[in-house]
């Protein structure tokens, strides 16, 4: 059974800061998907990382992929207050059509 | 990209009354789409995979008769809430993925469903 743990699960920055959220995993998988939501709202895709080594940015949002690790980062430069939400991420193995989803980091972007 | 669409966004119910979700794929065709639940403050969890013309795979300890799923055609999928009790209350989120290149999933808007 997959397993995916996010940290931190709750996350206070300041506005202007850097931070980094983990999402470590634990069976093989060869793409990730991280996504985001707001308060009331349903899930806008952010990324989608199909190889090891993947690096994928946005924005201010960057996220990688280890698949030998089993670890995906998703880097926050010069936090804004507009970023601040639910972040998931989503490990898949290809032909794998279910989702599993973390357990979601709360990021507060704090003026 | 592709759209999915879910109704209600919300709903309020009496317990004991059955509640129905559509899902819709607006632009591709679906022969699979996903139910999942959401609690407050909590991550999505699967309840069921819905399948076009066949029966609803379901998820350990989700019960098949109090959520019934129907995907009678490749662009909608419905999941009921048989007799509603204040626990089922939640948010209800269907997903449909694509079935080529880097095999997106969408999400439709959810449902906040409260039972009263």
């Known amino acids: 059974e997959l397993k995916v743990e996010q940290n931190p699960l709750f996350l206070s920055m300041q506005e202007g800061k850097n931070y980094t959220i983990y999402c470590n995993y634990s069976?093989?998988?060869?793409?990730l998907y991280w996504y985001r939501q707001d308060p009331g709202k349903s899930l806008e895709s952010l990324f989608v990382?199909?190889?090891?080594?993947a690096v994928k940015q946005e924005g201010r949002l960057m996220a990688s992929l280890d698949t030998k690790a089993r670890l995906s980062t998703l880097h926050i430069t010069a936090a804004v207050h507009d970023l601040s939400a639910t972040y998931f991420c989503?490990?898949?193995?290809?032909?794998?059509?279910?989702?599993?989803f973390g357990t979601g980091t709360r990021l507060t972007i704090i003026p | 990209g592709a759209v999915v669409s879910q109704h209600p966004s919300r709903v309020i119910c009496k317990s004991g009354t059955s509640v129905k979700i559509e899902c819709r794929s607006l632009?591709?065709?679906?022969?699979?789409m996903f139910w999942y639940r959401q609690f407050p403050k909590q991550s999505l969890m699967l309840m069921a995979t819905?399948?076009?013309?066949?029966?609803?795979?379901?998820e350990q300890g989700v019960e098949k008769d109090k959520f019934l799923i129907n995907h009678a055609s490749l662009t909608l999928s419905t999941l009921t809430v048989t007799s509603a009790h204040p626990e089922d209350s939640s948010f209800y989120i269907c997903?449909?993925?694509?079935?080529?290149?880097?095999?997106?999933?969408?999400f439709g808007q959810g449902t906040r469903l409260t039972v009263v």
């Open positions: 989503a490990p898949n193995l290809f032909g794998n059509e279910k989702l599993t």
């Open positions: 819905s399948n076009e013309g066949s029966k609803a795979t379901y």
């Open positions: 990382l199909l190889s090891n080594g």
């Open positions: 997903s449909a993925r694509e079935r080529t290149g880097p095999f997106l999933a969408f």
């Open positions: 069976t093989t998988s060869d793409r």
């Open positions: 632009d591709f065709q679906a022969t699979t």
